[in-house]
């Protein structure tokens, strides 16, 4: 069974520029994350679906970050215009159902996408 | 954003040593997790655990929920070398209308020598 894929695994842009980062879940896990991790950090939440619903987005930068999922399966996350402080390791991650994880609702995560913004 | 405290922040220890780690909180949690990560990669679930007190083993990895809520414990024994990575511990709280807060730890990066 494929895991959570991700797609570029990296990118390098200049500040001011626009970036996507994209996201298709295990099939079939209807909760998708999308997590922000700084070097040396743990990850942060950004934003959490459930289906196509976003209902959890409060530490989501709204100014400048967006999200969709589209059909409740894979997912974008954008930035416009990236700063120099979003330098980091964005990680998209998915569970089978909606609730709180456990090992019973195992939250799986992709490799992630390192941005580096110049 | 909020992280949970985590130490040692790194440690090197030979190989078939006992390793002990642990994550504090000023908040209560109702689930603690604990996470391996990679280079190059995303976080694995370890360990759960769901109650207050609660001690789960899963292989040689022993964890604790501890008794306040609001720290756990992680411990690995006679550590080898694909032990090293770094080790994140996540705690969760259900809140209202099935929204629910998840922090990670700023991690404990484990280094094994042979």
């Known amino acids: 069974e494929a895991g959570v894929v991700q797609s570029p695994r990296y990118k390098i842009i200049e500040k001011k520029q626009p970036v996507a980062f994209w996201c298709n879940p295990i099939?079939?896990?209807?909760?998708l994350y999308w997590y922000r991790q700084n070097l040396g950090q743990g990850p942060e939440l950004l934003i959490r679906y459930e289906n196509e619903e976003a209902v959890d987005d409060s530490q989501l930068p709204k100014d400048r970050f967006s999200a969709e999922r589209l059909k409740g399966v894979d997912s974008t996350l954008k930035i416009q215009p990236a700063e120099l402080g979003d330098s980091a390791v964005y990680l998209c991650a998915s569970s089978l159902v909606p609730g709180r994880v456990s090992s019973y609702n195992e939250q799986f995560f992709g490799p992630g996408t390192r941005l580096t913004v110049l | 954003g909020q992280q949970l405290n985590q130490s040692p922040q790194s440690m090197f220890i030979q190989e078939g040593e006992d390793v002990s780690m642990n994550c504090t909180s000023s908040?209560?949690?109702?689930?603690w997790l604990w996470y391996k990560q990679e280079p190059g990669e995303g976080p694995v679930l370890l360990i759960a655990?769901?109650?207050?007190?609660e001690l789960t083993s899963n292989g040689r990895l022993t964890a604790q929920f501890g008794i306040t809520r609001k720290d756990s414990f992680l411990n690995i024994s006679a550590s080898i070398p694909s032990d090293v990575g770094i080790y994140f511990c996540a705690g969760q709280l259900a809140g209202t209308s099935g929204t629910y807060k998840y922090i990670f730890g700023t991690g404990t990066r484990l280094k094994v020598l042979a």
């Open positions: 908040s209560i949690f109702n689930t």
């Open positions: 655990l769901y109650k207050a007190g």
């Open positions: 099939s079939g896990h209807n909760t």
